[in-house]
């Protein structure tokens, strides 16, 4: 399996523990990556709401790449994936403003003919590695630990933009990959809602309410951590939690993963070097409990 790389702009800012986990765990279970080098932001869903045939024009850039490359895309990014899909539905559904886009990539000698896929790591774990292949490659199950989903917006809504009536098991995907790791489920009323981030330079309040609200009900359904495939929500959800504990005058500390570290903890990698030292909260409780589940 051969997959264009999009890593995304959080990878390597804000989160960037992120982007080696994800190279160590595709490299142990035989996904080959090729970095999309040149590749812009997505826009993030922000730019689209202000000019969204800017945003439209570099999503099908990157796009047009990926087909010149001969790859599908693979996406480490809730927001990434969600933004690219509605991109790429909006080009779909309209050859006519296709066409207009595509005389703005003609300018770089690219076209974008609308065959191109893309697919967050989530999804390549469920769909085309398989549970089971999956499974194979776990020396370390994470029994006894029990870990809540938080799949972040972009990644679930809108439906029919993400290819769930073709791929319904998309729904739960997250759910079961934890499962496949050895883990508990924590099911939550918040893992489909949104984590704040969005709103947090307009109305920081609300949005470290809306971290409290999501950690703490987690926590007290028996969480020992919480899992997401977006770096964005694990940027509010991580980085903003000791505000919220503080706003809402209660203790949280939940450590919050990135998907690919839970993988990578699970085939036995080294913590450190997937940068589980690095969060804001702690790892260092839930990690003795990985060793002591080895």
């Known amino acids: ?7 995304g702009c959080v990878s390597r800012g804000g989160c960037p523990e992120l982007y080696p986990s994800v190279v160590n ?18 826009g993030a869903g922000v730019l689209q709401e202000k ?5 439209d024009s570099l999503n099908a850039r990157t796009f047009a790449m990926a087909e010149a490359m ?4 693979m996406t480490i990014c809730s927001t990434c994936q969600g933004t690219m899909s509605q991109a790429h539905k909006r080009l779909a559904d309209d050859p006519a403003y296709m066409a207009e886009i595509n005389e703005i990539l003609a300018e770089e000698g690219l076209e974008y003919k609308g065959e191109v896929v893309v697919k967050h790591l989530l999804w ?4 085309d590695v398989g549970l089971e292949t999956l499974k194979k490659h776990v020396t370390n199950p994470l029994v006894g630990l029990k870990m809540a989903p938080f799949y972040g917006c972009y990644i679930i809504r809108p439906t029919g933009a993400l290819g769930f009536e073709e791929h319904p098991e998309r729904e739960d995907s997250l759910e079961r990959v934890i499962e496949a790791l050895g883990a508990e489920v924590v099911e939550f009323a918040g893992k489909t809602r949104c984590c704040g981030f969005p709103i947090l330079t307009i109305n920081e309040r609300n949005s470290v309410a809306m971290v409290a609200n999501h950690t703490l009900d987690a926590k007290g359904l028996g969480a020992d951590a919480m ?23 209660t203790t949280i500390d939940l450590p919050i993963l990135h998907l690919p570290q839970v993988v990578g903890l699970a085939m ?27």
């Open 25 to 42: 765990v595709c490299e142990r279970i035989g996904i080959e990556l090729e970095v999309m080098e040149g590749a812009a932001c997505t």
């Open 268 to 294: 036995g990698m080294d913590p450190k070097a997937m940068g589980l030292n690095k969060h804001i909260i702690s790892t260092k409780k839930l990690l003795s409990r990985v060793a002591v589940s080895a």
């Open 124 to 127: 390549i774990l469920v769909e």
């Open 70 to 73: 001969g790859l599908p895309i």
């Open 227 to 249: 899992v997401t495939p977006c770096p964005l929500c694990h940027l509010n959800l991580d980085g903003f939690q000791p505000k919220a504990a503080a706003q809402s005058r």
């Open 51 to 55: 000019n969204q045939r800017l945003g």
């Open 1 to 7: 399996m051969k997959y264009a790389f999009f890593p």
